[in-house]
């Protein structure tokens, strides 16, 4: 694991949600909310999908570690790149200022030291990235939708339906997209 990396903001969308269009193609994206870690123009983009839980805790797959309640935290499937690691984040909701804060990269003391601190920490086999512009490119082709982070990101009952709950939040526009069919030829 790297060192404890606090995301702060390096571009435009870093600390947004990226919701997968109902059009999105890509098997690993479909029906995805993508929290946006960092974000660069020339660099790329990096975050973890917070709507695909593993089914799986921590100690189910660090079993030989002594973990405390670390080893009860929910690991979620964050990407279709490097899937064969484990990383930590911590979630907290900023109540003043209206924003979700990630810290990224933690090591297992520091996902700990999180949890006694009360921030949502979760594991993530996986991230999801973008080298530079090609994010920039799959929004102008509306493959993503942006919006801003919301409290239900933390608070929904079932992690797996946080893309149609967030669409809802959205307005009557988009909650009509979230009623879609995943096929659209079941149209």
């Not at 606090?6 to 029906?31: C, H, I, K, W, Y």
């Not at 100690?59 to 064969?84: K, S, Y």
């Not at 810290?103 to 996986?126: C, N």
Request: with cysteine; glycine share 12%; aromatic share 8%.
């Amino acid at each position: 694991m790297a060192s404890n990396k606090q995301s702060e903001p390096t571009g435009p969308l870093t600390g947004t949600l990226l919701l997968a269009s109902p059009v999105m193609n890509d098997p690993n994206f479909a029906r995805s909310v993508v929290f946006m870690a960092a974000h660069s123009l020339k660099e790329g983009a990096f975050g973890y999908i917070l709507n695909r839980p593993l089914e799986q805790r921590v100690g189910d797959l660090l079993p030989d570690q002594d973990l405390g309640t670390l080893g009860g935290v929910p690991v979620f499937i964050g990407g279709p790149v490097a899937t064969d690691k484990l990383a930590f984040a911590a979630l907290h909701w900023n109540k003043r200022k209206g924003t979700l804060r990630c810290q990224t990269h933690l090591s297992v003391p520091d996902a700990i030291q999180a949890l006694k601190l009360g921030h949502d920490v979760r594991g993530f086999v996986g991230y999801s990235g973008w080298t530079g512009g090609q994010l920039e490119n799959e929004i102008k082709r509306r493959s993503w939708i942006t919006t801003r982070p919301r409290p239900l990101v933390l608070t929904v009952d079932k992690p797996a339906g946080l893309w149609s709950a967030i669409l809802h939040d959205m307005g009557p526009m988009f909650g009509l997209m979230a009623g879609m069919p995943e096929n659209l030829r079941w149209n």
